[in-house]
Each structure stands twice: as C-alpha cells, then as structure tokens.
C-alpha cells in the first residue's frame, strides 16, 4: 500500500495463463532494480528507468517465450504500472508533471509525464530494426504504453533523432525515467495537484 509508515511502495503478483509476474516499486529509493523477465534488453531498459528514476524495482516474470515476446513485455509492463499506480495512492502532495531531455550518443529522447490518473501515451521511438536482442522494437512502444495504461498517467515519448536503435531506445527511457522522477516528487504544498480537487 502507499500509506502508513511504510512509504510510497506497492508490490502486485499478476498471473495469467500466459505470464506470471511479481513486482514491487519503492518510489522513494535509490535506482536499484533486481529485473529478471526473460528478455535481456526488456531487463536493460527497465534496470535504465530505475536507475534514473531513483525508484527501486524488483520485477520476476515467467512467460511464454517459447510463443514471442509479446506477452511477457506486455504483461511486465501492466504488472509495474500497476504497482506504480498503488505505491502513488491517492496522488497527494506530488509535483504530477515531469519532463526530460535525454542523449545517448547521436541519438536525443523527450518525455513528458502527467500523473493525471487519464491513461494516455503518445510514443513514437523511430526505430527501425525488427529486434534489438529478443525484443521486437514494437513492443518497446508498446510497453510504454502498457505502462501509462496500468499506471493511469499521461506519457509523451519521443525520440527527436538518433541513428543507433540501441541508443534511440536507452535514451527515451532514460528520459521517461527522469520525467518520472520529477512527477512523483513529493511537494508539500501541492495538496491534490488538480483544481477539480481529485487525481483518482
């Protein structure tokens, strides 16, 4: 829960017939993350988004690999979204809006976070392999997506050039990570941070 003396943490177990996952957020960590889904650069991009992010995440999944991709970084994404939105609780006192430029080399990412609690994402990576490691490069989006999904926060994702796909990806997460960071700092004079008065 997000409430108590416990912190803004939340763990969530999500099992389907096609994953079954285990994750925990700690909003107020250091950036440690002990990842394990099954695709090592699903793992690399995540480990990034804790780093930057300063939230510690522990996420363990079993899947379907032997099918493809889909299901376990869809479902991993789903499982930690729902686990950030949890460890939020009812979104008081935070800075709710975030954004963040970040390079890799040649390629530059922006992201733009609300926690609004209106699921909404507009992502565009500009990738142009089918895979990098085991993962699709689609379902990099589609985790982003996923995960604004799950986590009830507007995300705006876009690499603005780059030519290393590699590199367009690790950057755009690494600038979600830092948008992040900023949106659930805390602020003690934000009260609900809405002038309808609610963030649920």
Do not use: W, Y
């Not at 930057?52 to 991993?76: K, N, P, Q, Y």
């Not at 460890?87 to 800075?95: D, S, T, V």
Request: glycine fraction near 8%; hydrophobic fraction near 40%; charge should be negative.
């Amino acid at each position: 829960g997000a409430d108590g003396d416990r912190g803004r943490e939340a763990s969530v177990r999500r099992r389907t017939g096609e994953t079954d996952i285990r994750a925990r957020v700690v909003l107020d960590g250091r950036g440690a993350a002990d990842v394990s889904t099954g695709l090592g650069f699903l793992d690399h991009m995540l480990t990034a988004l804790a780093k930057h992010s300063r939230m510690d995440l522990e996420l363990r999944c079993s899947g379907d690999l032997h099918v493809d991709d889909h299901h376990t970084a869809e479902d991993c994404a789903l499982a930690l979204g729902s686990a950030l939105d949890e460890a939020l609780g009812q979104r008081k006192g935070i800075r709710r809006f975030g954004h963040a430029l970040a390079p890799l080399d040649e390629a530059l990412a922006r992201a733009v976070v609300d926690i609004s609690s209106r699921p909404h994402a507009e992502v565009a990576l500009q990738l142009r392999r089918q895979m990098i490691g085991t993962v699709s490069c689609e379902m990099l989006e589609h985790v982003v997506r996923s995960l604004a999904t799950a986590a009830r926060m507007t995300v705006h994702l876009h690499v603005l050039h780059g030519e290393n796909d590699h590199h367009k990806a690790e950057a755009a997460f690494k600038a979600l990570a830092m948008a992040l960071r900023t949106a659930v700092s805390t602020d003690a004079t934000a009260g609900v941070p809405s002038t309808k008065g609610v963030l649920a």
